[in-house]
T-cell receptor, first 115, second 114 residues
Framework: QQQVKQSPQSLIVQKGGISIINCAYENTAFDYFPWYQQFPGKGPALLIAIRPDVSEKKEGRFTISFNKSAKQFSLHIMDSQPGDSATYFCAASRDYGGSQGNLIFGKGTKLSVKP | KAGVTQTPRYLIKTRGQQVTLSCSPISGHRSVSWYQQTPGQGLQFLFEYFSETQRNKGNFPGRFSGRQFSNSRSEMNVSTLELGDSALYLC?????????????FGSGTRLTVV
C-alpha cells in the first residue's frame, strides 16, 4: 500500500520529442504528488507537483496528468532538450501541509535526450 | 539564499565503525528530513525532525539515529556500520511541512563502508 511504481526505468528520446514517465500508487490516502529531477552528483530538485483535486498541471514544458480513479499520474516533458537528461522521480505523500508528510519515491527513470 | 549544506561530501568508513553526517538547512526552514539513496532500493525515508523533535520515522533499524539543534541544523548517526549502509545520504529541508514548496535537498554525503 505504501509503494509508488514508476515506469519506464530508462527512456531515450530525440531532441524535440515528448518524454512520458508514468507512476501508479495504491494508497488512496496520498494527497500530494511531486516530481523530482536529479542530475549526477546533485540532490533531487522539485520540478512540479499536483494535488488530487486537479487532473492536470502545466509549468512551462512540464505537465503532470493525474487520474485519481486509476490511481496513476504521469509527467510529460514537451520539446525535450539534451539539458533535460537526468533521472526523474515521482513521489507521493499523505497529510499535505501537515506533520506526517514524508515522501514515498518511485524507483526513478533515467532520461536521455539525444541531439 | 544559501541552499541545504551537507558535510562531508564523501566518507569512507570501515565495517563496525560509526559515522556522523551533518546538515545545515535553508535559513528559516524548521523541518529537516533524511533520506537514503541506493541503486537497489532507491530513495527511502529515514526520519524527520521539526523544532528539535523527531516527528516521523521510516523503517530503518535503531542503528540509524538523528537529532536537530535549536538552530535547525541536524545530524544523523549510524552506529556499527554494515556494508549495506553504503549509500548517498540526502538531507532535505522545508519551512514547516511539505506544502507546495516541497523539499529542498542538499547534494548529499556519499558514504562508502569497506
Amino acid at each position: 500500500q505504501q509503494q509508488v511504481k514508476q515506469s519506464p526505468q530508462s527512456l531515450i528520446v530525440q531532441k524535440g520529442g515528448i518524454s512520458i514517465i508514468n507512476c501508479a500508487y495504491e494508497n488512496t490516502a496520498f494527497d500530494y504528488f511531486p516530481w523530482y529531477q536529479q542530475f549526477p552528483g546533485k540532490g533531487p530538485a522539485l520540478l512540479i507537483a499536483i494535488r488530487p483535486d486537479v487532473s492536470e498541471k502545466k509549468e512551462g514544458r512540464f505537465t503532470i496528468s493525474f487520474n485519481k480513479s486509476a490511481k496513476q499520474f504521469s509527467l510529460h516533458i514537451m520539446d525535450s532538450q539534451p539539458g533535460d537528461s537526468a533521472t526523474y522521480f515521482c513521489a507521493a505523500s499523505r497529510d499535505y501541509g501537515g506533520s506526517q508528510g514524508n515522501l514515498i519515491f518511485g524507483k526513478g527513470t533515467k532520461l536521455s535526450v539525444k541531439p | 539564499k544559501a541552499g541545504v549544506t551537507q558535510t562531508p561530501r564523501y566518507l569512507i568508513k570501515t565495517r563496525g565503525q560509526q559515522v556522523t553526517l551533518s546538515c545545515s538547512p535553508i535559513s528559516g526552514h524548521r523541518s529537516v528530513s533524511w533520506y537514503q539513496q541506493t541503486p537497489g532500493q532507491g530513495l527511502q525515508f529515514l526520519f524527520e525532525y521539526f523544532s528539535e523533535t523527531q516527528r516521523n520515522k521510516g523503517n530503518f533499524p535503531g542503528r540509524f539515529s538523528g537529532r536537530q539543534f535549536s538552530n535547525s541544523r541536524s545530524e544523523m548517526n549510524v552506529s556499527t556500520l554494515e556494508l549495506g549502509d553504503s549509500a548517498l545520504y540526502l538531507c532535505a529541508s522545508s519551512l514547516e511541512a511539505l506544502g507546495d514548496y516541497g523539499y529542498t535537498f542538499g547534494s548529499g554525503t556519499r558514504l562508502t563502508v569497506v
